[in-house]
């Protein structure tokens, strides 16, 4: 079942260790911090392409499209890279936290924190990657 936007509606029931760690508002904060980045990217390309930078700094993109792509993962998969590596979880209003007490839990919230990390990483170092290359002056 879909909601108005296309997408199935957001089943976030608690705190799964190293699964989801935040709630509704939180995603919604992550999905938005993806879409800021993802427009800033995307100005910084034009720019640099409209003054003529060298292709090299282009790789700038790395930082920009990094800070999008950990916006949008975080947003699917229901957590927060930061939450997970400080042994927190918010599924109540924005600015509220509570700790995550069973250090086994926090481990497998480190793992995933990591896996999102190194994700947003790979895709910000393509699309820089991918920008220096382009046969464009």
């Not at 029931?13 to 935040?22: A, L, R, S, T």
């Not at 879409?35 to 409209?50: N, P, R």
């Amino acid at each position: 079942m879909s909601g108005a936007s296309g997408m199935a509606p957001l089943n976030v029931v608690g705190y799964e260790p190293g699964v989801c760690n935040i709630g509704p508002a939180e995603i919604a904060r992550r999905r938005k911090s993806g879409h800021v980045a993802l427009v800033v990217s995307v100005v910084l390309l034009v720019a640099l392409l409209v003054v003529g930078a060298p292709a090299w700094t282009r790789l700038v993109l790395v930082i920009t499209a990094s800070g999008s792509a950990a916006g949008y993962l975080q947003a699917r998969f229901h957590f927060c890279a930061g939450f997970g590596s400080s042994g927190v979880y918010n599924f109540g209003p924005l600015g509220t936290t509570q700790q995550v007490a069973d250090a086994a839990a926090r481990s497998r919230d480190r793992m995933r924190s990591l896996q999102i990390g190194l994700g947003s990483l790979a895709v910000g170092l393509a699309v820089g990657i991918g920008a220096a290359l382009l046969p464009i002056r």
